[in-house]
């Protein structure tokens, strides 16, 4: 897919508000925002950016662990992902590099396509305060593509939807500045702001199909 049009960029974050509200997942979901071009108010979107605050799963079946390092050569279900979960969707279960539940990438393959170009981001951290760290750590190491985009809205909280953050963004109603005016309002002077954005936007260029990208805070 090369992108979507504004309307089906909305009415497919409605479907994945759906499948956060009513279906089991891997990780409890607290809650769910869009940034970027859908925020903005773009026509088309080319890219759909969508941002999960999650919690850590600290206690569900760890005795289950075994089951699917057997099953499946997963380790950590019961621990990282709800085992129930595992047992209902195994065709969604997802492993790191290490062969451990990855909740993020589980999380993206209940709720994405692999051809769909849609952007997720999951963090057991609130959008802001993700946003502001994620800053401060690409300015460090000089890596802006580690840059999370401030422009958000959060559309879904603790199972309460936004109707009215919604219809906005459906209207194009809300009002951002341009990134590097984003930027620079958190800190940035005016070069580093444009420098910061060009590789924002590069990097974003780059992509292709469903990406998805976990921290932890």
Same mark, same amino acid.
């Given at each position: 897919?090369?992108?979507?049009?504004?309307?089906?960029?909305?009415?497919? &974050?409605?479907?994945?508000?759906?499948? &956060?509200?009513?279906?089991? +997942? /891997?990780?409890?979901?607290?809650?769910?925002?869009?940034?970027?071009? +859908?925020?903005?108010?773009?026509? /088309?979107?080319?890219?759909?950016?969508?941002?999960?605050?999650?919690?850590?799963?600290?206690?569900?079946? /760890?005795?289950?662990?075994?089951?699917?390092?057997?099953?499946?050569?997963?380790?950590?279900?019961?621990?990282? &992902?709800?085992?129930?979960?595992?047992?209902?969707?195994?065709?969604?279960?997802?492993?790191?590099?290490?062969?451990?539940?990855?909740?993020?990438?589980?999380?993206?393959?209940?709720?994405?396509? #692999?051809?769909?170009?849609?952007?997720?981001?999951?963090?057991?951290?609130?959008? @802001?305060?993700?946003?502001?760290?994620?800053?401060?750590?690409?300015?460090?190491?000089? #890596?802006?593509?580690?840059?999370?985009?401030?422009?958000?809205?959060?559309?879904?909280? #603790?199972?309460?939807?936004?109707?009215?953050?919604?219809?906005?963004?459906?209207?194009?109603?809300?009002?951002? /500045?341009?990134?590097?005016?984003?930027? @620079?309002? +958190?800190?940035?002077?005016?070069?580093?702001?444009?420098?910061?954005? @060009?590789?924002?936007?590069?990097?974003?260029?780059?992509?292709?199909?469903?990406?998805?990208?976990? #921290?932890?805070?």
């Amino acid at each position: 897919m090369s992108g979507f049009s504004r309307d089906d960029a909305v009415d497919r &974050v409605e479907a994945i508000l759906e499948t &956060v509200d009513s279906e089991p +997942l /891997p990780v409890p979901v607290r809650e769910v925002w869009i940034y970027g071009d +859908l925020a903005l108010g773009l026509d /088309p979107v080319d890219r759909l950016d969508v941002y999960l605050t999650k919690d850590v799963l600290m206690r569900d079946e /760890p005795e289950a662990e075994a089951e699917f390092e057997e099953s499946h050569g997963v380790r950590g279900v019961g621990k990282s &992902v709800r085992a129930e979960w595992a047992r209902a969707h195994p065709e969604y279960l997802r492993a790191n590099a290490n062969g451990h539940a990855a909740p993020e990438k589980c999380l993206a393959a209940q709720l994405l396509a #692999d051809d769909e170009p849609v952007h997720l981001e999951v963090c057991n951290a609130r959008f @802001e305060d993700n946003v502001t760290q994620r800053l401060r750590g690409a300015r460090l190491r000089e #890596d802006y593509t580690q840059l999370l985009d401030p422009r958000g809205v959060c559309l879904w909280s #603790d199972g309460v939807h936004s109707d009215d953050a919604l219809e906005k963004v459906r209207n194009s109603e809300l009002a951002f /500045p341009t990134l590097s005016g984003a930027l @620079e309002m +958190l800190g940035m002077d005016d070069a580093e702001a444009r420098e910061a954005a @060009e590789a924002v936007h590069a990097w974003r260029d780059e992509q292709a199909g469903a990406t998805v990208r976990g #921290d932890v805070l």
